[in-house]
């Protein structure tokens, strides 16, 4: 009975995080990427240094293009150098097309965090 409970309230706890949060697809990126805003890193490191919670309300969530030079590339996601350094989360099928040391304009969805800025469900658009 106790397992069945905690399983249940587990089922519960996720249903209600999936539900909270703000998932954009990447068919939805897709749609986007031609209207995504520039990521404008400076703008967003003034906002932090200024009032955090700000910059995270700004910026967190939303989707972007970035563009920046692949610095090194790992099992899902590529560190990528900029205006600033940020860790871009791609599918595998676009992180094998990447090569080191070349610039890309990546859209995906800005994750604000305490260190290395992200950008999930990303896509790399075509050169």
């Known amino acids: 009975m106790k397992k069945t409970i905690s399983i249940s309230l587990v089922v519960v706890l996720c249903l209600v995080l999936t539900s909270c949060s703000s998932f954009v697809s990447r068919n939805e990126i897709r749609e986007q990427a031609d209207e995504a805003p520039i990521l404008h890193m400076s703008t967003y490191a003034d906002m932090r240094e200024e009032n955090e919670a700000r910059a995270k309300a700004e910026f967190d969530g939303k989707v972007f293009s970035y563009t920046a030079r692949v610095y090194e590339i790992n099992d899902g996601y590529c560190y990528v150098e900029g205006a600033w350094y ?12 990447l090569n080191k040391g070349e610039t890309y304009t990546f859209v995906g969805v800005f994750e604000h965090t305490v260190l290395t800025p992200n950008m999930r469900n990303a896509i790399v658009l075509d050169k």
């Open 86 to 97: 940020m860790n871009v989360y791609l599918e595998e099928e676009d992180l094998v097309k």
